[in-house]
């Protein structure tokens, strides 16, 4: 058996580096690799970048940033593609000295097509159909408001039929109401009426 050398332990001829004195420090480049940020072999050194010239603390190498147009100035806008239904069509900006234009918006609550109006036979079917369940107590006030209940629903939408107007839920509302009010009252009187009879 052969042993190596005494003058190098390492039995693959690598040479034997010394440790570095600083315990922070980089390890030393391999053998036959240039140190870090040193040209290898046969290449050029790059040359450093240039300082940013409008930034005195940034770090060297980094980018310029472009130069902002001087008060008043307009800046360069980037080109649109005139096929992109999405873009946004831009108004120059006011020069100094001109006022900027207010906004037009709609008056608060209206719709943009104009407010439909409400019929108003519909309201009073409503209504009516409401108040003629709670009079149903009283068997002939119950009757009597049930019907007007119902005579206005149907009224009110024929009128909302013919003239476009807003209101058929109330107008229904007021007509399934009144029959109610109606059914009950008519009840309430037969209830009424034989117990008066026994």
Do not use: H, W
């Amino acid at each position: 058996m052969t042993y190596p050398p005494p003058g190098n332990p390492d039995p693959y001829g690598q040479p034997q580096q010394q440790p570095s004195q600083d315990p922070f420090a980089s390890p030393p480049p391999a053998y036959g690799q240039p140190a870090y940020g040193q040209p290898a072999y046969g290449e050029q050194p790059t040359p450093a970048p240039a300082p940013n010239p409008y930034d005195p603390y940034a770090a060297p190498g980094s980018p310029v940033a472009p130069q902002s147009p001087a008060y008043g100035q307009q800046s360069p806008a980037a080109p649109q593609n005139p096929y992109d239904p999405y873009a946004q069509q831009q108004s120059p900006a006011p020069q100094y000295g001109q006022p900027y234009a207010a906004p037009q918006y709609p008056a608060y609550g209206a719709p943009a097509g104009g407010p439909a109006k409400k019929n108003g036979m519909a309201i009073g079917a409503m209504a009516t159909g409401i108040a003629s369940i709670p009079l149903a107590c009283c068997a002939i006030l119950g009757i009597i408001a049930g019907i007007v209940a119902i005579v206005l629903g149907i009224v009110a939408n024929k009128q909302i039929a013919q003239r476009g107007e807003d209101g058929k839920g109330f107008a229904l509302t007021g007509l399934i109401c009144g029959g109610v009010g109606l059914l009950l009252g008519i009840v309430n009187a037969i209830a009424g009426v034989a117990m008066n009879l026994t």
